[in-house]
């Protein structure tokens, strides 16, 4: 069985303040919660065992070793895990780990709070393969093997408002999301960031846990990496706070 244990959550955004000479800039601020483990879910979004971009299969299969490792660490310090590998849930219909979250009696989600949405920081209007491809296909069909489900334990869903009902069932407090891709999946899926945000959710992304689709040849030419960072920037000013994923283990 997990352990049990307290949870130290630093917390980081970013506010639009003032300089000493009254210039206008963006500031990190950290709030340190502490939670029960098992008053936190972490979700892994749609962390597949392949994609249309090989540039975007590459990174995903550079970082699931390294998202497995959170996720087994985190769940023995009693986290509730959810698979979320959208568009491939009907593959594990029947599993414990599927339907201890589909038999969970449904909550209606509250009505969405306004909330501002800015654009993003990085134009992704082609794709965002940084590898030249274009055919944007389904080309997945289950979660990335290396990182493991617990059927004991575990949960399987790629349904926002299933979701929801999990973590109000659950009595959970605190969602982390980690997964791929920050400026897509991970800001819009049903479960993702934005909904859960305007459904009162306390909600943060796993900042070392994440990959943008971005192409360095659109604006802003910038690198990959400082592509990834600038949405993972956008996120902590305008949606959630982010953690790093050692704060869950």
């Not at 909550?107 to 909330?115: D, N, T």
């Amino acid at each position: 069985m997990p352990g049990e244990g307290m949870l130290h959550l630093r917390l980081r955004s970013q506010v639009l303040g003032r300089d000493a000479d009254g210039r206008a800039l963006w500031e990190p601020v950290t709030e340190t919660v502490s939670a029960p483990a098992r008053r936190v879910a972490l979700v892994i979004c749609d962390m597949w065992e392949g994609h249309w971009s090989r540039g975007a299969a590459e990174r995903v299969e550079e970082m699931a070793p390294r998202v497995n490792r959170v996720v087994r660490a985190a769940r023995e310090k009693g986290v509730q895990i959810i698979h979320a590998p959208s568009e491939t849930v009907d593959r594990y219909a029947g599993t414990p780990a599927r339907e201890r979250i589909a038999e969970v009696a449904r909550v209606k989600a509250p009505s969405e709070s306004e909330h501002p949405d800015p654009p993003l920081p990085i134009d992704d209007s082609d794709g965002g393969s940084d590898t030249g491809e274009t055919d944007q296909r389904r080309a997945w069909s289950r979660q990335h093997p290396a990182i493991e489900i617990d059927q004991e334990g575990d949960a399987i869903s790629d349904d926002g408002e299933e979701v929801y009902s999990f973590l109000r069932g659950r009595g959970i407090e605190h969602l982390a999301i980690a997964g791929v891709h920050t400026n897509m999946c991970v800001l819009n899926r049903s479960f993702g960031i934005k909904n859960m945000v305007r459904w009162g959710v306390n909600v943060a992304l796993v900042r070392d846990l994440t990959d943008a689709m971005y192409n360095p040849a659109m604006r802003p030419y910038v690198s990959h990496e400082e592509g990834t960072l600038l949405v993972v920037e956008y996120i902590e000013k305008f949606w959630c706070p982010t953690i790093e994923s050692g704060q869950l283990v």
